[in-house]
């Protein structure tokens, strides 16, 4: 397999102001345990492996060995995308938690990520929710404004807030309060096949520089070989859409609100902007105009592109460096000619930075997940065993289980992650890690509001969806999406 | 004459209609015991949620707000619904996948089980394999049909490539003017069993001997059907289609997983958008307005649907 070359230029533009803007912007002051204005795949390499932790020494300060106590325990776990190695090391995470603490009853649950909000709505209005929850990160601030969880720092579970990415602990804080810890913090990277590449006349180890060239490509590749060219997904209700459509909106220099500034303030919608609307145009393009996307995209989330992409029916992406270990958990399960043919994609796999706008904007969702402990009155039973609920906090969220419970598909949340001895052997095992570790920097994390679930879960879907069937023209659509963000933020009924 | 006077003279004495009641009541005490827990149970998981979903109609329930949050606002939900396009597009997609569905359901289950009343090799094992999809999870038949139904590798499209008829595959379920019909498509093929057992249940309530005699009488093949099998049915009919009606009008799983509602809200019914209205966009005051609306609908059909089933009762008492 070839690795691909970012060369030194395209890294040293990842350490730009991008970087210290989106993840320095809360704690200019503070001192983290690594050197984010050293951030760069050198950077990481370097200090990987050089110190040891811990897990059960420290968390016993938190929570004693010998805590005799229950809990109760919802996660958005792992699912049908996700590689056969995180699915051990989840396993594996609550099989030493409980020998880690023999007398605390955990009592867990896994739902998937377009599932749980949803279910966990449902349950705090019964009062009937876990004791602690790990949501993703677009759910943490509205149910903090809501009132329904305790604060939680870092500080609460042994750690500093300055061992996790600034940025993701805006995704944590409510008026000034923090309400959890971040468990992960992920951004995708682009996935092309340099085979499909090659058989279109493209350059098979160059990503598409600028959006509009993966408009261009797509075109040419489902032109000359009959195929998709870009994994456009635009289901409504489904996570992948807005962490796929979002860093095109960004990159065009659009937005929902200012969120993509420094410092965002969320006080205008931008949805209806020349810039959103340009972003949008290009979904347009590629899916009406060029027709050189899944038509299934309006009804596909990006588990449905995964078997595409290893078929080699569709030449570009945005995804997980997890997806490369998802290949080959598919190749295995493969047989005969269909065993060589996912061998052949696998050969084939590049992975490179999300292009940029027109301007030379990058983007990437920042995501993630987090951790947090809920208030007693809306918990089964009316109580919350707080040590209980800390001890397992304090395990997810150290530097060995926060790196390796992100193993494949993320990064740790706590940043002391990245120097442990298992980020070394992850550099060395997960190809292409250090493609999306390169994009953390251009990292922007959703609007920090309560309103943003239904803004990029139910809205900036409706907009790609009303724009691509032609149910209205891309300018319609962008500006009802416009007003449906606004009579939102005003209350609507 | 004295019979009549004392005919007159007791009725005075005949407790008022309530009073009679309440000593019917009375009367039957412990059968009324033995069924309370039933009640209670009902009208705690029936009754009290009903009553909170009319009351929290009236509210105001704002996404960025706990529910008890709420503020009354009268029936400004009521009238936010009926003035809003959405609802009346999902309400045509509503009729149109109830009544498409029921009726061709209907049509399709009652033909086939004319077909099977009549006895040849294999009929038992025809049923069996005709009553599967009935019996297959919904949710499992939504996934199938979505492969099936693929606009890109789905194999109806493979097939009709394969067979040179076209040269993309067809757009079914990611295309505004397909997509219902499509899911009515589903929806038909997962519910005609119903409507077949229920039809061949009531075959074979039709007396043979009538059939036999109006056979002797001259009546073709139709004129038996229409003027001996079918009156017998007309009340197991209007049951299958109240049942069918009701049950489409309730359907939830295979729209939400096959398609969420989209593209573009175009195979969102009743069910489906009072579901993301709630839990996706945590709107309950508006989903509980249009959940008022649809159980108005919903106990209309089920009222028809008792006047059916007593309808029949009286008869078999009057014969």
């Known amino acids: 397999m070839t690795r691909i070359t970012l060369g030194g230029a395209v890294l040293r533009g990842a350490v730009s102001t991008a970087l210290l803007a989106s993840l320095m912007s809360t704690s200019a002051l503070a001192e983290p345990p690594v050197d984010l204005s050293k951030w760069s795949p050198e950077y990481v390499r370097s200090i990987a492996g050089t110190q040891d932790f811990d897990m059960a020494a420290d968390c016993a300060k938190v929570t004693p060995l010998d805590y005799k106590g229950r809990l109760t325990f919802w996660y958005q776990g792992v699912f049908e995308g996700d590689p056969d190695l995180l699915r051990q090391y989840y396993k594996d995470f609550f099989e030493t938690f409980r020998k880690t603490y023999p007398n605390i009853q955990l009592e867990e649950q896994a739902l998937t990520y377009n599932d749980l909000l949803d279910k966990f709505r449902t349950a705090l209005l019964g009062n009937a929710a876990p004791m602690a929850v790990r949501l993703q990160i677009l759910g943490g601030t509205e149910f903090a404004s809501k009132g329904y969880l305790e604060p939680l720092k870092p500080e609460d579970v042994g750690y500093s807030t300055e061992d996790f990415w600034p940025g993701a602990m805006k995704a944590v804080t409510w008026e000034g309060v923090t309400y959890g810890i971040p468990t992960n913090n992920e951004t995708m990277a682009f996935i092309w096949n340099a085979d499909i590449f090659k058989r279109a006349g493209l350059d098979p180890d160059k990503a598409p520089a600028t959006w509009d060239d993966v408009v261009k490509y797509s075109k040419q590749i489902h032109d000359k070989l009959g195929i998709a060219g870009y994994g456009l997904v635009a289901r409504k209700n489904a996570g992948n859409t807005p962490y796929r459509f979002m860093p095109q909106l960004w990159a065009y220099g659009g937005g929902v609100f200012d969120e993509a500034t420094a410092n965002p303030t969320y006080g205008e919608v931008e949805l209806g902007s020349a810039q959103s609307k340009a972003a949008l145009q290009a979904s347009y393009d590629m899916y009406v105009r060029d027709k050189s996307v899944p038509v299934s995209a309006l009804t596909n989330q990006q588990a449905d592109n995964q078997p595409l992409f290893v078929g080699g029916q569709l030449g570009m992406m945005i995804s997980h460096p997890s997806d490369y270990n998802v290949m080959l958990d598919l190749q295995k399960k493969a047989t005969g000619a269909d065993k060589d043919k996912a061998q052949t994609v696998i050969d084939n796999m590049r992975y490179g930075l999300i292009p940029t706008g027109p301007d030379g904007k990058r983007a990437v969702v920042f995501g993630g997940s987090n951790i947090h402990i809920l208030k007693p009155e809306y918990v089964e039973g009316g109580k919350v065993d707080e040590p209980a609920a800390k001890a397992l906090i304090c395990m997810w969220t150290s530097p060995e289980w926060s790196l390796k419970m992100a193993y494949a598909g993320s990064n740790p949340g706590n940043l002391n992650g990245f120097k442990t001895k298992w980020m070394k052997q992850r550099l060395d095992s997960i190809k292409f890690l250090d493609v999306t570790t390169s994009m953390l920097p251009y990292g922007i994390p959703f609007p920090a509001l309560p309103q943003a679930p239904e803004i990029m879960n139910i809205i900036v879907p409706d907009m790609l969806q009303n724009a691509l069937t032609g149910a209205m023209t891309v300018d319609q659509a962008a500006d009802d999406a416009a007003k449906k963000v606004k009579d939102l933020m005003d209350g609507g009924l | ?319």
């Open chain 2, 1 to 319: 004459m004295t019979i009549v006077t004392g005919e007159a003279d007791a009725r005075p004495r005949l407790q008022p209609a309530r009073s009679g009641l309440l000593r019917e009541i009375w009367l039957h005490r412990a059968d009324y015991a033995y069924v309370l827990p039933a009640i209670v149970v009902m009208l705690i998981v029936i009754a009290y949620p009903i009553y909170y979903t009319i009351e929290l109609s009236f509210f105001k329930t704002p996404p960025g707000l706990q529910l008890r949050d709420k503020t009354f606002n009268g029936i400004d939900n009521y009238t936010a619904i009926l003035t809003s396009d959405v609802f009346w597009r999902v309400t045509w997609n509503t009729m149109v996948w109830t009544v498409a569905s029921t009726f061709i359901a209907f049509v399709l289950g009652f033909a086939t089980a004319l077909a099977l009343h009549r006895d040849f090799i294999g009929r038992g094992i025809l049923r069996a394999v005709l009553i599967i999809p009935w019996v297959i999870s919904a949710v499992a038949a939504s996934y199938i049909w979505k492969w099936i139904y693929h606009s890109d590798f789905g194999i109806i499209g493979a097939v009709l490539v394969g067979l040179g008829l076209t040269d993309r595959p067809p757009n079914f379920i990611d295309s505004v003017g397909t997509v219902l019909p499509s899911l009515i498509v589903v929806n038909i093929w997962r519910e005609f069993p119903f409507a077949m057992i229920m039809m061949m249940a009531g075959l074979q309530t039709v007396p043979d001997q009538l059939l036999r005699a109006a056979t002797v009488d001259g009546a073709n093949a139709w004129q038996r059907f229409w003027h001996v099998t079918f009156p017998h049915l007309r009340n197991v009919s209007t049951v299958t289609i109240l049942l069918l009606a009701v049950a489409n009008f309730n359907s939830f799983i295979i729209p939400w997983i096959m398609t969420g509602g989209g593209p573009s809200n175009a195979s969102h019914i009743w069910i489906t958008h009072i579901y993301e209205l709630a839990f996706g966009r945590q709107r309950w005051g508006v989903a509980s307005a249009y959940s008022v609306l649809l159980f108005v609908i919903l106990m209309t059909l089920g009222y028809f649907y008792v006047r059916a089933l007593s309808g029949d009762e009286r008869k078999e008492g009057g014969a």
